[in-house]
């Protein structure tokens, strides 16, 4: 079972305006081959196919705990789509009235992804930049475990490609942020399953890791997170499970090359985190209503009584 907490893996900075076309950007990492969907789909469907888990347990806690992270990295970059659409923060709805006369989404037809405003009201969904749905082709599970980690490994070296072309494409911070935190973790898991696959197979993978090679102490948005040992770490986001992964990723190992240096380390629980921001209001747009008053007023008094 999955527990979920109301907070994001990443604190993510308030985009600086409303862009429509960065958030279509963004959408190629929630969405896109390489994209969260997928390591998501991947490493969940392996876990929950997975022969011989108390046999095989140090790889089977492995490929579960990073499926726990994958739905978190979905939530982050799908908070950091809509995050993009909205445009900067505001602790007020839009007050127009919801006057809908004067066509006030007019320059929505011209953005690259219009669905992600006609059907989804600036929402992110499971489609690359493109608008083409993400689908469950895009998962393997084979059942064996070698081939599996094999291929999970490539995943991850595809995804941070595609992370790093995305991130080249973007200048709000709020995407660049997203990009630079899953830049650092997709490395974690890359160098996760390249030790998993050393440790069955005695072929040194992490001799030409990273894949492709991509200096992280070049890109801005990675150095907090390479400062505080996120590199390093492994979570197992649950309070007493998957601690049997540490036989892989564990004190015995050292952080990669290129990163700064440190022993690996599993760490029960998750990352501390950061806020989910507010999005506005547009009544205009009928999100969340037309007239959402009354709708504003039932939620207070419902919450008032839940305290």
Request: glycine residues 10%.
């Amino acid at each position: 079972m999955f527990m979920r907490i109301d907070k994001l893996q990443a604190e993510l900075p308030a985009p600086k305006r409303r862009d429509p076309n960065a958030a279509a950007a963004l959408q190629e990492l929630l969405g896109g081959k390489y994209g969260e969907m997928s390591t998501l789909g991947n490493y969940m469907f392996q876990s929950f196919n997975f022969r011989s888990k108390e046999k095989l347990r140090p790889f089977y806690s492995l490929v579960a705990s990073i499926t726990a992270e994958e739905l978190g990295h979905v939530e982050l970059v799908s908070n950091g789509v809509a995050m993009l659409a909205n445009g900067p923060d505001s602790d007020m709805d839009e007050s127009d009235g919801g006057d809908i006369s004067g066509a006030p989404f007019e320059e929505m037809k011209d953005i690259r992804l219009a669905a992600a405003f006609y059907s989804n009201g600036g929402g992110a969904m499971p489609v690359n930049s493109n608008g083409a749905s993400w689908n469950a082709d895009m998962v393997t599970t084979t059942g064996n475990v070698i081939v599996d980690l094999l291929h999970n490994f490539h995943l991850e070296c595809g995804a941070r490609l595609h992370k790093l072309r995305v991130y080249e494409s973007l200048t709000d911070p709020t995407g660049r942020e997203v990009c630079g935190y899953l830049l650092v973790r997709g490395s974690v898991h890359a160098h996760a399953y390249a030790l998993a696959l050393k440790k069955i197979t005695g072929v040194d993978l992490d001799k030409f890791l990273p894949t492709p090679n991509i200096p992280l102490d070049r890109i801005p948005e990675c150095q907090k997170y390479l400062q505080e040992g996120s590199h390093r770490r492994l979570y197992t986001f649950s309070p007493a499970d998957y601690r049997e992964m540490a036989g892989i990723w564990g004190p015995d190992e050292q952080a990669l090359p290129t990163d700064p240096p440190g022993e690996l380390e599993v760490v029960d629980g998750l990352p501390v985190g950061g806020k989910i921001h507010q999005l506005t209001g547009v009544p205009s747009a009928f999100t969340p209503d037309y007239a959402p008053e009354e709708m504003l007023e039932i939620a207070a008094k419902l919450y008032k009584a839940s305290r």
